[in-house]
């Protein structure tokens, strides 16, 4: 492997979060969401994992991933997708057997035609938007697309077999929308099931409800980030305070080290300029490789952090597109080659992705799922090493 860093995935840790997850919600089953990539990680192999450490169901936003699930070798599982636009490919998943969220009257429409032309029932989850303001029915089309979709259910055509939404202060558990939003599902459930439909599942909780509202667990959460170790609620508690373990450790070798004079500019505009003598060190990761330009480092606020020789130390002046710059210090002994760490567990004392979004002005999800495709993505296991 030429490229000079890495992602590394633990795919134990995944297991140990689903396993984790599912003791925070022993009355329902677990959907390890792996859309995006697995956030970032991986879907395949991650997928895996999370099916290995008890997740029943699998998410994937786009039906492209949830097709990649399947032809991955991903049979087991139910598989639900959610996000598509009309014309998309509904025969191919029902192909499939993916279960597919209707969160629009033309929605139920293509998918009772795809249902027709694969010879099959089609399973729906009806998606009601309960107050995020995003995706899905409102509670008033939910009412009025209940007659339609008796109508396929007697056909044949489409089985309604769950209905689930989504929170839009899950991450704040206190907030009054909290709520309201699972009132407004409450209300929703009572028409769907008054009008006649039975439902396999009925889901609301993200990683924040499964791990802070066990009155929303329902018949099944939908662990997000929680899978992958790390915390939806920071300021409530880290990874460690709700039985988590971050997977991803993102790595790379310096690429130089030299010596430098004082009042010396770094990057690009000198945005940090060295206080003294000093020795830099050049790691080869930009924003390309999706280091956030916002963490930055000035002469005044450290950039993100960075882990080398025992020490963390903080990004100096500009990310550019392809490296950063960190100030060894004087008399520093690294040499190119060395191996840095950017954010891993944590618990040694080194950075987090945590800390990079707080450095950032962004959430932990964001760090790292915007690790480009150029990183390597190397899955370990430490417990099959142990």
Same mark, same amino acid.
């Given at each position: ?8 995935? *633990? ?83 029902? *192909?499939? *057997? ?30 009601? *938007? ?257």
């Amino acid at each position: 492997m030429s490229y000079p860093a890495r992602a590394v995935v *633990d795919l134990a840790a995944v297991r140990a979060n689903v396993r984790s997850l599912a003791a925070h919600a022993p009355t329902a089953q677990v959907m390890g969401v792996v859309k995006a990539d697995g956030y970032g990680h991986g879907l395949l192999p991650t997928a895996s994992a999370a099916i290995a450490g008890g997740a029943t169901w699998l998410g994937a936003a786009q039906m492209d991933e949830a097709l990649a699930l399947r032809r991955g070798g991903i049979v087991g599982p139910r598989v639900l997708t959610w996000l598509y636009a009309p014309g998309a490919p509904l025969r191919d998943a029902l *192909d499939a *057997d993916i279960d597919v969220s209707v969160s629009a009257p033309w929605a139920l429409r293509e998918l009772a035609d795809a249902a027709r032309a694969a010879g099959r029932p089609a399973r729906a989850h009806l998606k009601v *938007d309960t107050g995020l303001g995003r995706n899905g029915l409102t509670p008033d089309d939910l009412a009025s697309l209940l007659p339609e979709v008796l109508r396929l259910r007697a056909e044949g055509a489409v089985e309604v077999v769950g209905l689930w939404s989504h929170l839009a202060f899950a991450d704040e558990p206190e907030h009054p929308t909290v709520k309201l939003q699972a009132e407004v599902f409450a209300d929703a459930l009572r028409t769907v099931e008054g009008a006649g439909v039975t439902l396999e599942v009925r889901h609301l909780a993200n990683s924040a409800a499964t791990l802070t509202a066990p009155g929303m667990h329902y018949d099944l959460v939908r662990p997000g980030i929680a899978v992958y170790g790390l915390s939806p609620v920071p300021q409530l508690g880290g990874p460690e305070d709700f039985g988590l373990v971050p997977a991803m450790t993102l790595e790379a070798e310096l690429a130089n080290v030299k010596s430098v004079p004082g009042r010396h500019g770094v990057s690009y505009a000198h945005h940090y300029v060295t206080p003294g003598d000093t020795v830099l060190g050049l790691v080869p990761l930009g924003y390309a490789d999706g280091i956030p330009r916002h963490a930055s480092g000035t002469q005044e606020r450290p950039g993100g952090p960075v882990r080398v020789g025992g020490r963390t130390l903080g990004v100096a002046g500009r990310v550019c597109m392809d490296q950063v710059v960190v100030d060894l210090g004087p008399g520093a002994t690294e040499r190119a080659g060395d191996r840095v760490e950017l954010f891993g567990t944590g618990h040694d004392g080194g950075p987090t992705a945590q800390d990079w979004a707080e450095v950032a002005g962004t959430i932990s999800y964001e760090i790292v799922t915007r690790v480009g495709a150029r990183v390597p993505r190397v899955h370990v296991d430490s417990e099959a090493a142990s």
